[in-house]
Nanobody, 123 residues
Framework: QVQLVESGGGLVQAGGSLRLSCAAS????????MGWFRQAPGKEREFVAA????????YYVDSVKGRFTISRDSAKNTVYLQMNSLKPEDTAVYYC????????????????WGQGTQVTVSS
């Protein structure tokens, strides 16, 4: 089992920044690909970004490329999502997740999920 706890969400104006954190505990964090997803009201959960177990590979959905950066600190068992130039359409509950696969983009490929953290971007 892997337990994931997100933090760092909040209310920010358009153009602002937030850094989300996801602290992992339980089974060895190091060998899991970590991903971030988001879900806006009335919409399906959407893939945002993923980082390989080594940190050497990352993947982003087109809508956040150049604005968001995913990173991980294995010594701290933590994965981060730095979000810059935020837009109102980034408003959602953000979830981190762990997967045993490569760089998956589908939610069913992730075995462990956090409880989510709310990000609200005002215009």
């Amino acid at each position: 089992q892997v337990q994931l706890v997100e933090s760092g969400g909040g209310l920010v104006q358009a153009g602002g920044s937030l850094r989300l954190s996801c602290a992992a505990s339980g089974r060895t964090f190091t060998y899991y690909t970590m991903g971030w997803f988001r879900q806006a009201p009335g919409k399906e959960r959407e893939f945002v970004a993923a980082i390989s177990w080594s940190g050497g590979s990352t993947y982003y959905v087109d809508s956040v490329k150049g604005r968001f950066t995913i990173s991980r600190d294995s010594a701290k068992n933590t994965v981060y999502l730095q979000m810059n130039s935020l837009k109102p359409e980034d408003t959602a509950v953000y979830y981190c997740a762990a997967s045993s696969y490569g760089l998956p983009r589908r939610s069913y490929e992730y075995s462990y999920w956090g409880q989510g953290t709310q990000v609200t971007v005002s215009s």
